[in-house]
């Protein structure tokens, strides 16, 4: 049996089983966007940890080195930000081929620290190792949250609203161009989307600060993939309004452009690195103006959590149900 049988996801369960981490120092181990452990007082100490693989995650020639930093950061940042938690510092390893350019690395780094002063990080360590042909950019990033506004998949519950910030499938509308080598100007915003994503930092602190959201991820694999993560964490169902989802009319025109469709794109695009989170449906618009009026984002009710008998459903434009699947980014199923 070779992992692209089984799949990622299948892979974790088989592995953590191997690992229990199972200990009185972790309130979270394996299976949510962040590790959880006791810091010794109110303050919980998260840690996370991602990497940029070349070919998989990035190609020499469609990103700089300066936004291949920042974005090597910032998607660990999202995990930190999907708890509701801060950043404090990170760690780095590489592994580089022999003919890696000293400037290419240079450049990197500048990302990186411009990355680190924007959410007052501090770039601590890391490692080196040589790589046969592929540079990978692996980080790890610890951070902190107050026990009492930790977030986790978990805790979403019947009755609750389902409510994303900012807007969906631009990072994969701008994939969609950068494979067709298009530089309109119209391009940019989506292509920023894709190669610096920015993490919902703010955002995040003023969610958990309310104390009123009940469950939360960040949206690295896609809208659908991440919200049913959500699901079974919490054992509970859910049904998601199509028409709600927010999505701009420069996504609408790429994905009409590449003969899919907007909803396409906001439900599997992924690396949106958007907070999808629930609340109890009494307190949802309150803490949706409340993250609008302190961070600028809009925040859209999308859905609502329903028992877990009910399932996972997806109501169409024109009012046709039909079942929620998993369309998100999958490791070892396929590529860029
Ligand atoms: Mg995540």
Redesign the pocket.
Known sequence: MRVSDIGEFALIDRLAKIVSSEHPSVLVGIGD??AVLEGGGEMLLLATVDAQVETVHFLREAITPQQLGRRALAVNL??IA?MGGRGSVALVSLVLPRETEVAWLEHLYQGLREEAERWGVVVVGGNMARAPEHAVIDVCVLGWISRDELLLRAGARPGDLVLVTGTLGEAAAGLRLLQRADQAPASTVLLARLLTPTPRLPEAAVIAKSKRATAM?????GLSS?LLHICQESRVGVRLWAERLPVTAAVQEVAHQCGETALDLALGGGEDFELCFTAPADTAETLARTVYDETGTPVTIIGEVLPQAAGHTLVLPGGEETVLKAKGWEHFKRNL
């Open positions: 966007d962040t999202s995990d999907a991820i960040d949206l690295s694999d991440d």
